[in-house]
C-alpha cells in the first residue's frame, strides 16, 4: 500500500494515464512485451512505475528497472517517484554512469540506457529484474535500440525458465511500427496503448527572417519582449549546449534581476557549476595504455546518456501554424542595450543534462512571487521533463548532434536544424496548462525545409564503433542481431573485417577463403586491445593511434594528428576566380604566402614524410602559438572555425586520454614544439596502424601502359588510378608507398592526408 499525500493523489488525478491504470496493467500481465505511447506530460514515466508497484511488481527481491536515455531524466524521475509515493531514495533509486544511490532497498530503479546494457554484459538474463521499462524509446538512441534487441531474446529465455520478464516500452509519439512491426525483433507483435493527453492549443509565431549566426542573442531579445509585452506565464527557451545556456542566462539576469536572497548565489553557483561538471569527468578508474597493461581496462560505453542526444519526434501535434495577433512580436530587433530595466523580475534558471540533480530541479518549483519564470535549456526538456507553468516558448530551432563523417568515421559535435517532428514536441511543452504560445527564430519557408523526422541514429553513422562497442558487451555474432532498425549487412560485415584488421576483434581460424555467408556468421570475440580502443571516444581506426600514441611521448602529436583528421577543410579554397584585377594580385600574393608557410610546417629532411600530417601539426602548433585569431588565419589561409572546432576536440581528446590512463597526464601545450626525427618516424608507424588498409603503389614509368595513369597510385580498393592532390606537400615528391585518410573525388579521384611508408 503506497501512502501519499492528499496534494500528490490530487495532482495525479489530473494525469491522463491514470484513466488508464486498469488497461495498461491488464495489457502487461496479459503480454510479454506491451508498447505504451503517450504525449509527453501524460505521466507515462512518474506512473507507470507506480502501477506495477502497486500490482506487486518490486515485492520479494524484485526490482522495477525504468532505463532513461539521459541522466536528467533519471535522476529527477526516481526523485519524483519517491516524493510522490512518500517512499525514501533508497527504495526509489537512480544509478547513473558513475553514481547512484541504488541499495538493497531499491525497488524502483531509474538507470540510463548504457548502465542497464553494462548490466546485461554481467547477468544476462537481468535476473533481478521483474520488469523492465524502456522509456522515451522515440528518441531512438542508439545503445536503447540495442537494448530493445536484446530484451527481445531476454524475455524469451525468462519464459523459458519459468520466471517472466515483462518488458514495456514507452514512447511520446506514434512512430513505433520500427518496434511493432519487426518479425524479427518480436515474431508477434506486441500490443500498443495509447494515452490521449491534454493539450491546449499553442499559437505558433514564426519569425520573418532567420538569423544567419546570432541565435542566442535572438533568443535573448526575443525573452525580452515577451518578458515586456506579454501577460503572466513561464518561459522555456530551446538552446542547444551547456555554454551557451549559461551565457543567455547571464544576460537575462542582468537585464531583469531577481533582488532575491540568492540572486547572487545562483549565479556563482552557476559558475560554480561549470568547476564542478568539471571535476565529475576526472579520472575514476585506472587504466594504462597497451604497452603498460592492456588487461587494466574495462571499457564504459562512451557518451552514455549524453544530453545532445537528438530526439525524434512527433507528427500530430495540433497547434495552429502561424499567427498575425498581436501576441506576434516580430522579428528581435537590435534596439536593446545590456542596461538593467525595470520590468519585474525574471527568475532565471539553466536547465541541462549535467547540471547538479538539486539544481534541475528548481525548475519544478513554483517562481518567487512577482518574478516570472524563465528556464533555459537544452533538448532535455523537449520530452524528457515537464516543466509547470509554461506559457511560452522560444526555439532556436537547432540542435546539437553528434556527427559522423561517413568517410573518415570520426565523430564531432556539430549544431544543426532540428526535424520538425522536434519542434513540434518543443512547441507543445507550451500548451500543458493553458494555451500557449511558440516563438521560433526561424521562417516559415526554413522549417518546411527541416527535414520531418529525424532518421534513427543507428542508420545514420558508420557502425565499426557500435560493433565494437557491442562486442565489448559480448554481443558476439553482431550480424543476426536482431536491430529495431538495422544497419545494412554489408555495413556490419565491413565493420567487424575492419576491427579484426586493427588487431580490436581476434582474428578467426583460416580455413580458406570465406564466402560471404561464412562471413555473416562471423563471431570474432574482442581483444584486450579492442577493449581499450573502446573507451576512447572516436572512431576505432583513430582509437587505435591514441592506444598506441603514448610511446615515445607521441600522444600530443597523435592527438593532434587524430584532430585536425576529424575537422574537414582546414584550408581556405583560393582557387576561386578572382571579380578584379586587383583582387587577382591579392589571391595570387596570399596563394604564394600560403604555399610558402605550407612548406614551412611540411618541416624538413625526415618530417616531410610525414607529407600532409606534418602541414596540420605545424598548422595547428602555429596557430595555436600566434594565440589563434582570425586574423592569423586569413593571412596563412587556415579556416579559423575549423582552427577553433580543433582546438575544443584536441581538449576533448586530451581529457579523455588523461581519465583513461592516469598516469600518462599529458595537457595541452599551446607551444607544442616540433616533434623530433624519430618521434617523426613512431608517428608514421602509428598513422599506419589506425589506416593500414588505406595504402597505395605509385605505378611507375616502366610499367605504364596507358597515359592516365602517368604519375598515379593504385589502392587495393578501386579499379580507378587515385593521384596525390596538387595541394599537397608530397605532390612534387611522389613517394612509392603511401598512406592516405581518404580519397575524394573531383575532376579526379585524389587522396588526401597523405603520408610517406618509404624507409629511407
Ligand atoms: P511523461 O513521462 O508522460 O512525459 P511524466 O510522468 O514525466 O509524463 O510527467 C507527468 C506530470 O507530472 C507532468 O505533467 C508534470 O506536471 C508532473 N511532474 C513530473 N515531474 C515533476 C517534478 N519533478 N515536479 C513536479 N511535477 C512533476
Ligand atoms: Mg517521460
Redesign the pocket.
Known amino acids: 500500500p503506497v501512502d501519499r499525500t492528499p496534494e500528490i493523489q490530487e495532482?495525479r488525478l489530473k494525469?491522463p494515464?491514470l484513466a488508464e491504470e486498469q488497461v495498461i496493467m491488464e495489457a502487461i500481465k496479459e503480454n510479454p512485451v506491451v508498447v505504451l505511447c503517450?504525449?509527453?506530460?501524460?505521466?507515462?514515466?512518474?506512473?507507470v512505475p507506480q502501477f506495477l508497484y502497486e500490482a506487486g511488481f518490486g515485492s520479494d527481491n524484485d526490482i522495477i528497472g525504468v532505463t532513461e536515455p539521459r541522466r536528467v531524466a533519471a535522476v529527477?524521475?526516481s526523485?519524483?517517484v519517491a516524493?510522490e509515493m512518500n517512499l525514501p531514495q533508497s527504495v526509489v533509486s537512480y544509478q547513473i554512469r558513475y553514481e547512484g544511490n541504488v541499495s538493497p532497498e531499491t525497488k524502483i530503479k531509474f538507470m540510463t540506457d548504457g548502465v542497464l546494457l553494462k548490466e546485461i554484459q554481467k547477468d544476462f538474463l537481468l535476473s533481478k529484474y521483474k520488469v523492465i521499462i524502456i522509456?522515451e524509446a522515440h528518441e531512438r538512441s542508439v545503445y536503447t535500440d540495442i537494448l530493445i534487441g536484446l530484451l527481445s531474446r531476454i524475455v524469451p529465455l525468462r519464459t523459458k525458465k519459468g520466471c517472466p520478464l515483462k518488458l514495456v516500452i514507452?514512447s511520446?509519439t506514434l512512430r513505433v511500427e520500427d518496434f511493432t512491426e519487426n518479425k524479427r525483433l518480436f515474431p508477434v507483435s506486441p500490443p500498443v496503448i495509447k494515452?490521449e493527453?491534454r493539450q491546449f492549443p499553442v499559437t505558433v509565431h514564426f519569425n520573418k527572417r532567420t538569423p544567419l549566426d546570432d541565435y542566442t542573442g535572438e533568443c535573448y531579445r526575443k525573452i525580452c519582449k515577451i518578458h515586456r509585452m506579454l501577460p503572466a506565464g513561464g518561459i522555456l527557451v530551446f538552446l542547444t549546449g551547456q555554454a551557451e545556456v549559461h551565457s543567455l542566462c547571464r544576460r537575462l539576469r542582468k537585464m531583469f534581476p531577481y533582488r532575491g536572497k540568492n540572486q547572487t548565489k545562483a549565479i556563482e553557483d552557476d559558475e560554480s557549476e561549470i568547476a564542478t561538471d568539471r571535476r565529475k569527468s576526472k579520472p575514476r578508474k585506472n587504466l594504462t595504455l597497451p604497452k603498460i597493461n592492456l588487461d587494466n581496462y574495462s571499457a564504459l560505453p562512451v557518451d552514455e546518456g549524453d544530453e545532445d542526444r537528438e530526439a525524434g519526434g512527433n507528427d500530430d501535434d495540433e497547434e495552429g501554424q502561424g499567427s498575425d495577433s498581436d501576441l506576434d512580436l516580430g522579428d528581435g530587433g537590435s534596439e536593446e542595450d545590456e542596461k538593467s530595466d525595470s520590468s519585474d523580475p525574471l527568475y532565471v534558471l539553466p536547465l541541462y543534462s549535467l547540471l547538479a540533480p538539486e539544481r534541475q530541479?528548481k525548475v519544478?518549483?513554483p517562481p518567487p512571487s512577482g518574478t516570472r519564470l524563465c528556464v533555459v535549456a537544452t533538448n532535455v526538456a523537449e520530452?524528457?521533463?515537464?516543466?509547470?507553468g509554461i506559457k511560452y516558448v522560444v526555439d532556436c530551432g537547432k540542435v546539437k548532434k553528434r556527427f559522423y563523417d561517413k568517410v573518415t568515421g570520426v565523430s564531432s559535435f556539430r549544431v544543426e536544424w532540428t526535424s520538425q517532428a522536434s519542434a513540434d514536441q518543443r512547441a507543445g511543452r507550451a500548451g500543458?496548462t493553458e494555451p500557449g504560445h511558440c516563438y521560433r527564430l526561424y521562417s516559415s519557408a526554413v522549417f518546411s525545409d527541416f527535414e520531418k523526422f529525424s532518421q534513427p541514429e543507428i542508420t545514420r553513422r558508420p557502425v565499426e564503433d557500435l560493433v565494437l562497442q557491442m562486442k565489448d558487451l559480448n554481443i558476439e555474432k553482431v550480424v543476426n542481431f536482431p536491430f529495431p532498425t538495422s544497419p545494412s549487412a554489408d555495413a556490419l560485415i565491413a565493420a567487424e573485417e575492419l576491427l579484426i584488421s586493427l588487431g580490436a576483434l581476434q582474428d578467426p581460424p583460416k580455413t580458406g577463403r570465406l564466402n560471404y555467408l561464412q562471413r555473416a556468421k562471423l563471431s570474432s570475440p574482442i581483444t584486450p586491445l579492442g577493449k581499450t580502443m573502446a573507451s576512447f571516444p572516436v572512431a576505432p581506426r583513430y582509437a587505435k593511434m591514441l592506444a598506441l600514441g603514448k610511446q615515445h611521448d607521441c600522444l600530443p602529436y597523435i592527438i593532434t594528428i587524430v584532430a585536425a583528421m576529424t575537422v574537414r577543410e582546414l584550408y581556405e579554397e583560393l582557387g576561386r576566380p578572382a571579380i578584379s584585377d586587383e583582387e587577382k594580385e591579392i589571391l595570387k600574393a596570399k596563394k604564394a604566402r600560403v604555399l610558402q608557410m605550407q612548406r614551412v610546417w611540411a618541416g624538413q629532411g625526415p618530417a616531410q614524410k610525414l607529407g600532409d600530417l606534418m602541414v596540420m601539426l605545424g598548422a595547428v602548433g602555429a596557430c595555436e602559438y600566434s594565440g589563434l585569431t582570425p586574423k592569423f588565419c586569413e593571412r596563412n589561409g587556415l579556416r579559423y572555425k575549423a582552427m577553433m572546432e580543433i582546438r575544443r576536440l584536441r581538449g576533448q581528446l586530451t581529457s579523455a586520454v588523461n581519465s583513461l590512463c592516469p598516469d600518462v597526464r599529458i595537457y595541452l601545450d599551446s607551444k607544442m614544439p616540433p616533434p623530433t626525427e624519430s618521434q617523426v618516424n613512431y608517428l608514421r608507424q602509428i598513422v599506419m596502424s589506425g589506416l593500414g588498409d588505406h595504402i597505395a603503389r605509385r605505378i611507375r614509368p616502366e610499367e605504364l601502359l596507358d597515359e592516365k595513369w602517368r604519375n598515379a597510385y593504385k589502392t587495393p580498393l578501386l579499379e580507378d588510378p587515385v593521384f596525390i592532390h596538387p595541394n599537397s606537400s608530397l605532390f612534387k615528391q611522389l613517394p612509392d608507398f603511401v598512406v592516405y585518410q581518404e580519397i575524394f573525388e573531383t575532376t579526379k579521384m585524389y587522396m588526401k592526408g597523405v603520408s610517406s611508408i618509404e624507409c629511407e
Not at 503517450?38 to 506512473?47: A, L, V, W
Not at 520530452?383 to 509547470?388: E, N
Open positions: 495532482a494525469l494515464i503517450g504525449e509527453t506530460g501524460s505521466g507515462k514515466t512518474t506512473q529527477t524521475m526523485q519524483r516524493l522509456d514507452m511520446a494515452v493527453a530541479a519544478f518549483h520530452t524528457s521533463l515537464t516543466i509547470p500543458r
